[in-house]
């Protein structure tokens, strides 16, 4: 049976990334958002409903490898040497970096599509930030430095929660673990009532779930095997962008890729999405201290999310589908950078931030005394 070509490939790759673009627009659905509603307001309806995503993704995924003998092996995100410090210094500068952009790459590519001109520029430090430390002049800073710091697994192991379950307990064990974590975010999802009484948000997050679960099913095994320039990926927004930046620039690379073509399919549905809602505006810079707290954004984001390997889809779905190690590592880093730029954006400054934590500490040694 013959696969999928490589052109089909990467127009699904546009469908799929519309279709995101869209129902994420429409619902107001960001990674960075969630993050702060939980943190800062209590609320977690958004990041229950990307727990929605996630469960589907998972199930997805056990559902390829049964019964179309997709090898998570195959992908980048399960290698055998596993690099978490890197992981979680990189995921802890992408939250930092989101915080001070106030979304993540895949939101920055959403506010593009609705005239946000700001995402322009985001976009534009980021992908040559991480086209630099993915392929360019910061590569082997990555590859010799950063990256040599790394476990390695034993022979024929795959950095994969279920494949280290096999291995340590037996081949069964490895069956339950995703379905049951599939399970319980389920149900946390469908105990919130606000989240019930939210369909564009509960489409949204099934639109994504299934993105992820359709993007490994036609670069894995529907793919035509002997076509060299699919590579097995799913949504992601870290190197993608890079590469789409890259390709339109020098006119080599790739195009017709599914993670380059998402990228497009992205800002064309938000565009539609919010053409459609009479919300497409253009906006731009308010003065120099918003354009300069971008502009780090964005660098920390492009820096970041290569050493994280991935964004927030990337890492939080993407790699999360496939139960990946380094997925809750990079989750939590990206947490904990977030909540980092949170409390410097609410203090000013980084100094004032630390000051503000030592006044806290005193005050709490005090009380003890």
Not at 5 to 23: D, Q
Not at 289 to 312: P, S
Request: glycine share 14%.
């Amino acid at each position: 049976m013959q696969g999928l070509a490589a052109s089909t490939v990467g127009l699904i790759g546009l469908a799929v990334g519309l279709a995101c673009g869209f129902t994420v627009q429409r619902a107001k659905l960001c990674t960075f958002g969630a993050v702060e509603d939980a943190l800062v307001g209590g609320n977690w309806r958004r990041l229950r409903a990307f727990g929605l995503s996630l469960a589907l993704a998972i199930l997805g995924v056990q559902a390829l490898v049964v019964f179309l003998g997709f090898d998570p092996g195959t992908t980048t995100y399960v290698p055998a040497r596993l690099a978490l410090a890197g992981t979680l210094a990189g995921a802890i500068l992408f939250g930092l970096g989101m915080a001070l952009v106030g979304t993540c790459a895949f939101g920055s590519l959403v506010r593009l599509g609705t005239g946000d001109l700001r995402s322009l520029v985001t976009l534009l430090v980021f992908a040559v930030l991480a086209y630099a430390i993915l392929r360019g002049t910061l590569a082997g800073l990555r590859i010799g430095t950063i990256e040599a710091v790394a476990i390695s697994l034993p022979s024929g192991a795959i950095g994969s929660y279920p494949a280290l379950l096999d291995g340590w307990i037996g081949p069964l064990a490895g069956q339950f673990v995703g379905p049951v974590i599939a399970i319980a975010l389920i149900a946390a999802a469908l105990r919130d009532a606000r989240l019930r009484r939210s369909p564009r948000l509960v489409t949204a997050s099934i639109t994504l779930g299934l993105g992820v679960v359709l993007g490994w099913a036609v670069t894995g095994p529907l793919a035509d095997p002997f076509a060299d320039q699919i590579r097995v990926q799913s949504l992601t927004f870290v190197a993608p962008v890079a590469r789409a930046l890259f390709a339109l620039a020098t006119g080599e690379g790739v195009l017709l890729d599914f993670g380059v073509m998402s990228v497009f399919g992205v800002m064309v549905g938000s565009a539609t999405a919010a053409i459609l809602a009479r919300e497409f505006r253009w906006e731009a810079f308010d003065d120099q201290r918003e354009m300069r707290r971008h502009l780090t954004g964005a660098a920390f984001m492009g820096f970041g999310g290569v050493l994280a390997g991935g964004c927030t889809i990337g890492q939080g779905l993407t790699a999360g589908s496939l139960l990946a190690v380094s997925w809750p590592v990079a989750v939590i880093g990206m947490v904990l950078g977030a909540r980092i730029g949170i409390a410097i954006l609410l203090e000013g400054s980084m100094l004032e931030w630390l000051r503000a934590l030592l006044r806290r500490a005193d005050r709490r040694r005090s009380a003890a005394e």
